[in-house]
């Protein structure tokens, strides 16, 4: 069964206010909740609300940086929601960028691939209740044992965009994230996991704007957008996927410093391709593209729109279209 998520949290709504939407969400068929962590909430406390809110709702982290907890903290992190929420909790990890890392938290983005794997493989050992004193690669951990070690230990899914990375994550891991991507893009995604990776876990989170008003969902796509695909290993994975030339332009104004002309280069295909928007059936329609192509958690990520705006009522209505059933 193809598991359908949302995520956490949602534009103008305060956290304590989510109590509501998260009770309704399992019986408009979501079956998962997932946070995210940039320089809003933190990917913990969201889901820990909501494992007290809904006693079925899967929870997970999309993504907890690597870098910016260390290992053991993050242990401790994963362990308590884990017990919190026994057996619906999935930790997502990855190498974030240089600007949540280094740039807002002073700690240097370096050797991002083996942070990872060294990271997972920590956790495996810290979250089976195993005394860890290793050196690894880009750490050192000197016995550390988690005193409330969790009954189930929770999946642990790697954030991934480009096939090394991936294979990590199929690997190492029991599936893998990834982020900002066209449903076209999906098969080249689905390739490079390859057989091996065929019973692991592949999420995607998808932007979805559920306006008709096209000129107001692109702009406002646009502005992410233009934040996301300079960010090197986003340019790298849209390079690779095949849309080099189309962000040239993006990628030679924002090197100049104008933001700008930046946003304006992106192409109205490249936006639409990776920020669904249109009526909210039309929108569940393209998600649901996503699942043929073989994404196996789609985790909805809404963005405001005018007729949403400070209406919890048409928020539910939208949640409602966009759900599974």
Not at 71 to 99: D, I, N
Not at 210 to 239: G, I, K, N
Request: one cysteine or more; charged letters at 20%; a neutral charge.
């Amino acid at each position: 069964m193809t598991r359908w998520g949302l995520t956490l949290l949602l534009d103008g709504v305060p956290l304590h206010a989510h109590r509501a939407l998260v009770e309704e969400l399992p019986g408009l068929g979501y079956t998962d909740v997932w946070s995210a962590e940039t320089a809003g909430t933190d990917a913990f406390t969201p889901l820990a609300m909501a494992a007290a809110w809904s006693p079925t709702l899967r929870l997970g982290t999309a993504i907890v940086p690597v870098h910016t907890r260390g290992p053991a903290l993050l242990a401790m992190s994963a362990a308590t929601l884990a017990e919190a929420a026994p057996g619906r909790f999935v930790l997502g990890v990855g190498a974030s960028s240089p600007a949540i890392v280094q740039r807002w938290n002073g700690i240097p983005h370096t050797e991002p691939y083996r942070r990872v794997r060294d990271t997972v493989r920590f956790l495996r050992r810290a979250l089976a209740g195993e005394r860890v004193d290793a050196e690894y690669e880009t750490f050192t951990v000197r016995g550390f044992r988690l005193e409330r070690p969790p009954q189930t230990p929770p999946p642990i899914l790697l954030a991934a965009l480009r096939p090394g990375m991936l294979r990590l994550a199929v690997r190492e891991a029991d599936g893998a994230i990834t982020n900002f991507l066209g449903a076209a893009d999906v098969p080249k995604v689905v390739e490079a996991v390859g057989a091996a990776g065929a019973s692991k876990e592949l999420v995607a989170r998808i932007f979805v704007c559920p306006t008709e008003d096209a000129a107001y969902a692109r702009q406002l796509a646009r502005r992410l957008l233009s934040a996301y695909l300079t960010v090197p290993a986003y340019a790298a994975f849209h390079e690779w996927l095949g849309r080099g030339e189309q962000l040239k332009p993006l990628h030679e104004a924002w090197a100049a410093g104008d933001r700008e002309a930046a946003t304006r280069a992106i192409p109205d295909e490249v936006v639409d391709a990776l920020v669904l928007h249109g009526a909210p059936e039309a929108c569940r329609e393209q998600v649901l593209r996503y699942v043929e192509a073989g994404i196996t958690t789609p985790v909805l990520a809404l963005f405001p729109t005018p007729e949403l705006a400070a209406d919890l009522g048409a928020l539910r209505r939208v949640l409602r279209v966009l759900g599974p059933s």
